[in-house]
């Protein structure tokens, strides 16, 4: 892993990030070992992993760097001035990949057709409210404003979409960044210098992002 270069990572959503164009078919070969978490073409089955099929590669980009940064020590995410992302799971998968090769990765992902998932009923209207208009009352922001009214996200931005994505996987996202806003260091902090994910989750309740995430998994 130290002989990466991981190199000068970037904001979530707001700067640039490695210049290699991603080659989508060189990228289906390198991310054949995916398949075992997050399925076949990147949809994945198991509520735990992360659908990956149809997500912007701007953002898959910076998800994975971040994910190789989170596995340098201290030091060595200062020197790089990465964003790192601790992701247990993850560990050894990204440790001889370089920037074209996380590209090509990202453009195979980004070009497969999305699953879709189901809401629970008795979460939907709650969930819509969130989703389309925030919590005023809390200051959190709609979702809707940065990852779209339809959950396809923004991909010259980098932000994610969300449309269709396990619940569980949205839920569990939402708490570690609630977690990292409270100070927990094994939260998740990887949304840049603006804060805007930690920021939005601090406010939520459990019960509110049940509601959102489910929403989100039977938006498409």
């Not at 399925?39 to 898959?60: C, D, H, I, M």
Request: glycine letters at 12%; aromatic letters at 6%.
């Amino acid at each position: 892993m130290k002989k990466l270069l991981v190199g000068a990572l970037v904001s979530f959503g707001l700067a640039g990030w490695a210049s290699a164009d991603g080659d989508a078919a060189a990228g289906q070969s390198k991310a054949a070992a995916c398949v075992a978490c997050h399925g076949q073409g990147g949809n994945s089955t198991v509520p735990s992993f992360p659908k990956l099929a149809g997500q912007n590669e701007r953002y898959l980009v910076k998800q994975m760097q971040d994910i190789q940064c989170g596995f340098l020590s201290a030091d060595e995410q200062k020197a790089s001035k990465c964003s790192g992302r601790s992701v247990a799971q993850m560990a050894g998968q990204l440790d001889n990949f370089n920037d074209q090769d996380l590209a090509d990765i990202a453009a195979y992902f980004a070009a497969q057709p999305a699953s879709g998932g189901q809401a629970k009923a008795e979460l939907v209207a709650k969930g819509a409210e969130i989703y389309a208009a925030g919590i005023r009352s809390k200051g959190v922001a709609a979702c809707a404003g940065c990852h779209s009214p339809t959950g396809k996200g923004n991909a010259p931005a980098g932000f994610p979409r969300l449309s269709g994505q396990h619940a569980d996987y949205v839920a569990a996202q939402l708490k570690a960044f609630r977690a990292a806003a409270d100070g927990d260091h094994n939260g998740r902090s990887n949304d840049g210098d603006t804060q805007m994910m930690r920021a939005n989750a601090y406010p939520l309740s459990d019960n509110e992002i049940e509601a959102v995430a489910s929403y989100i998994s039977g938006l498409y």
